[in-house]
């Protein structure tokens, strides 16, 4: 069955995301390289290497500073931490960092995962789209107006990172 914006919708309700916004593809098959993971691999690191301007979300993921500084630095990912394609590449998808968003793995990532196979055989489907490059469900960054110590000890980290970055 094909689903309008409105079934897509109702859908990422019921699975607790529906604060996740969507984009309508109409999947065309494309081939993959076959290099593509060792491709993926780096394209990821770069990814990585690119959250400095997004530490409010990183903050509020409760990492520990080893893990918040190996995602920084584009050594590893964290645990239940996935990196997602905006659009799969057999779809059309390009192997760029701008194709990329990064969400927890359990449970969004795997909501969304059935949220997408659901789909499977529709004409046009709906691909999770989020704004910015990690995806954080509302409910988790909703905080009251006391201070958060560890948002700014990890804010103030990126903030001297990126400027690192950006010195000659």
Request: charged share 25%.
């Given at each position: 069955?094909?689903?309008?914006?409105?079934?897509?919708?109702?859908?990422?309700?019921?699975?607790?995301?529906?604060?996740?916004?969507?984009?309508?593809?109409?999947?065309?098959?494309?081939?993959?390289?076959?290099?593509?993971?060792?491709?993926?691999?780096?394209?990821?690191?770069?990814?990585?290497?690119?959250?400095?301007?997004?530490?409010?979300?990183?903050?509020?993921?409760?990492?520990?500073?080893?893990?918040?500084?190996?995602?920084?630095?584009?050594?590893?990912?964290?645990?239940?931490?996935?990196?997602?394609?905006?659009?799969?590449?057999?779809?059309?998808?390009?192997?760029?960092?701008?194709?990329?968003?990064?969400?927890?793995?359990?449970?969004?990532?795997?909501?969304?995962?059935?949220?997408?196979?659901?789909?499977?055989g529709n004409e046009t489907i709906w691909l999770p789209n989020p704004v910015k490059k990690i995806y954080m469900p509302i409910h988790s960054t909703i905080s009251g107006?006391?201070?958060?110590?560890v948002s700014d000890r990890l804010s103030q980290m990126a903030a001297n990172i990126a400027s690192n970055r950006?010195?000659?």
């Open positions: 069955m094909q689903w309008t914006q409105a079934t897509a919708e109702k859908r990422l309700n019921d699975l607790k995301i529906s604060d996740l916004p969507i984009t309508q593809i109409r999947p065309h098959i494309t081939p993959v390289e076959r290099d593509w993971f060792q491709k993926y691999r780096g394209i990821c690191r770069e990814f990585m290497r690119s959250l400095s301007d997004s530490v409010q979300e990183l903050a509020m993921m409760n990492l520990d500073r080893d893990e918040f500084m190996g995602l920084l630095m584009g050594r590893e990912i964290p645990d239940n931490l996935s990196i997602r394609f905006r659009v799969p590449l057999i779809w059309g998808g390009k192997l760029e960092t701008e194709n990329l968003f990064m969400c927890f793995t359990f449970p969004q990532s795997q909501n969304i995962d059935r949220f997408i196979i659901e789909q499977n107006n006391g201070g958060n110590a950006r010195a000659p």
